[in-house]
């Protein structure tokens, strides 16, 4: 059978202030055509399918109509909850969807097995959704134990999944679905933390015999640790300057005895992000990269006005603007004592010269004219 995997939709974001679901849309129609073209059986998205717990209507609609056309080209779809949906909302309709649907949100019924049969045989998914350890059930305290334990990240996945493998037959192939973050994996700028530290690391070794592991969570495509079955697939777009690679998603050819064969498929559409760094008058003379996000790295040494609007009609897809700051960080800077032994005039004179390279004698007569104001009261 053939499975494809993907992630991290997070249908309704934005980037800086320019709102994606254009683009998310775009995604949406080459991911169709991608599992009409190469015969898709079984559809994954490992979570996030929003990019908030409560998503705007349009989000909502898009997402639907996803499900509408992937069902309509015959294949089956799976989706959990990552750690940006509503595990509440997601999974209030579990089980009351159309058949071939799968979607799966919070603690009900991450354990619970769902056997599906294909041409070619039977598959059991393990479709574990993110887990909040905050809204963990309570573990009973053991003998040893003083307490209830606390639970982890770590333990609630490792708990599902072992529940899970305990109603699988022996020789069904199997395929797990989950949004965590597991250890050998590197993150993007654009993920939110599980949790402080380390405390959200889970180990491969939950996912031990297992015969493909779809992961998401992470933006970056990545197999974990050196195994090929155990991958995330990474967001079908870019959501932070970070993210240079090039987008896919994975087809995965799955034998009757579980064999996992895998295969990247470049994502050719949406835009890719670029930093560009260069004086203003720079920037405006250069390309002026049209189809791509752009972050500006301003390297003028003093304040140049109307910059934003200037750069904003250059680069219609402009995401953000820094300024550097080397003229600043490399001036000297003055001790406590130092600053008070010179007068008002003498360090308004010096922050000027650190900022502005073209102070000229006219602007020193502005500075004391002023000072001399304030003191009078004028």
């Not at 959990?80 to 009351?96: C, K, P, T």
């Not at 972050?295 to 140049?304: W, Y």
Request: include cysteine; charge should be negative; charged fraction near 25%.
């Amino acid at each position: 059978m053939r499975i494809l995997h993907t992630s991290d939709w997070h249908l309704g974001r934005s980037f800086g202030d320019h709102r994606l679901l254009d683009q998310q849309a775009l995604f949406i129609d080459w991911l169709v055509d991608v599992v009409r073209t190469e015969s898709i059986d079984l559809v994954v998205v490992a979570g996030d399918l929003y990019d908030r717990s409560v998503p705007p209507a349009d989000a909502v609609e898009l997402f639907h109509a996803a499900l509408r056309r992937l069902l309509a080209t015959g294949a089956d779809v799976a989706a959990i909850a990552g750690n940006h949906d509503s595990a509440e909302r997601i999974g209030s309709v579990d089980g009351l969807l159309t058949p071939g649907l799968l979607l799966r949100g919070g603690y009900g019924h991450a354990a619970q097995v769902d056997l599906r049969h294909y041409d070619d045989g039977p598959l059991a998914i393990i479709a574990v959704p993110f887990l909040d350890p905050a809204f963990a059930p309570i573990i009973p305290a053991t003998d040893g134990d003083r307490a209830p334990r606390r639970a982890t990240h770590e333990s609630v996945l490792q708990t599902a999944v072992d529940q899970a493998r305990q109603a699988i037959a022996p020789g069904v192939r199997t395929l797990a679905i989950a949004h965590a973050f597991v250890t050998g994996a590197e993150p993007s700028a654009s993920e939110r933390s599980l949790a402080v530290g380390d405390a959200g690391m889970v180990s491969s070794a939950v996912f031990h015999d297992l015969d493909y592991v779809a992961l998401g969570h992470l933006h970056r495509a990545q197999i974990v640790g050196g195994d090929e079955r155990i991958r995330y697939s990474g967001s079908p777009l870019a959501y932070s300057f970070g993210e240079t690679a090039q987008k896919e998603v994975v087809l995965i050819e799955l034998d009757d005895d579980g064999d996992a064969r895998c295969k990247p498929i470049p994502v050719d559409v949406g835009r890719t992000v670029t930093t560009i760094r260069g004086t203003l008058d720079e920037l405006l003379r250069g390309d002026p990269n049209r189809d791509d996000w752009v972050r500006i790295e301003l390297t003028n040494a003093h304040p140049v006005a109307d910059a934003h609007r200037r750069l904003r009609d250059h680069f219609p897809h402009m995401v953000e603007i820094n300024r550097s700051t080397t003229t600043i960080s490399q001036a000297p800077r003055l001790t406590a004592q130092a600053a008070r032994q010179r007068s008002s005039a003498e360090l308004a004179i010096e922050f000027l010269h650190t900022v502005d390279d073209t102070v000229d004698d006219d602007d020193i007569a502005l500075v004391h004219d002023a000072l001399q104001r304030a003191r009078s009261g004028s």
